[in-house]
């Protein structure tokens, strides 16, 4: 992962900590340069990361000047993370919907990101895309609705991308988790078995690969990584 640019959104999240945290360790020196994007940050972030907090990644015009301040700073950019995103359980009865929401949050965030940055990543010898997509938007269960829904839109974006970019040399990949492992999903769910669950360091190792010049050979897929659940 050397010599590469890589902008994550959403770095602040636990998901997005574990992917910042391995992509240092795999980038073996200084030639890899990351830039974390996000409307908070909530954890501080490594010497030499990027950080550019305060954005709202569902108004195009906010994930533009992101992408344009990752341009300013390294001069290039390689690979994009789709890791922004939110989840609410709700059934559809509910008083106040979420869809539009789950929509804005999951969708809108990662097709703003992905026209931001296309440019750049065309420029690139090896560009990537990679959405965070959701095994329970296959078969939403009570309750997933809206979630599921959105999450199906990462999934039609990420193939309808992947798609229109075959004859560059960018890739445009998804993974599909189930639960994962983090601090909010065990308060939430106390009696249910973690160990099950998919391990947030096991989740970016997946992300990685797809990230990397190694994995030229896919585009367009949806990957399961569903632990044991």
Not at 1 to 23: D, F, N, P
Not at 25 to 47: E, F, R, S, T, W
Not at 99 to 121: E, F, G, K
Request: negative net charge; proline residues 6%; aromatic residues 4%.
């Amino acid at each position: 992962m050397s010599e590469r640019v890589i902008a994550i959104t959403g770095g602040h999240g636990a998901l997005g900590q574990a992917v910042l945290s391995a992509a240092r360790d795999a980038g073996g020196g200084a030639g890899l340069k990351i830039a974390v994007i996000d409307h908070a940050m909530g954890n501080p972030v490594p010497q030499g990361v990027l950080a550019l907090g305060g954005v709202d990644l569902t108004d195009p015009k906010q994930a533009e000047a992101a992408i344009t301040g990752v341009i300013s700073r390294f001069g290039r950019l390689d690979v994009l993370l789709n890791i922004a995103g939110g989840f609410v359980w709700q059934t559809t009865d509910d008083a106040a919907p979420a869809w539009d929401r789950m929509h804005a949050l999951n969708v809108a965030t990662a097709l703003n990101a992905s026209r931001a940055a296309l440019p750049y990543l065309k420029a690139s010898d090896e560009g990537r895309i990679i959405n965070i997509g959701s095994a329970a938007a296959l078969k939403p269960d009570a309750g997933m609705g809206a979630y599921g829904a959105a999450k199906a839109g990462v999934h039609a974006l990420t193939q309808a991308l992947a798609d229109e970019l075959k004859s560059t040399r960018v890739t445009v990949n998804a993974v599909l988790p189930s639960i994962i492992d983090t601090p909010a999903n065990r308060k939430d769910m106390p009696d249910a078995d973690p160990a099950a669950w998919v391990a947030p360091a096991d989740l970016a190792a997946v992300i990685l690969f797809l990230a990397s010049p190694e994995s030229r050979a896919m585009t367009g897929a949806l990957v399961p990584v569903t632990g044991r659940v």
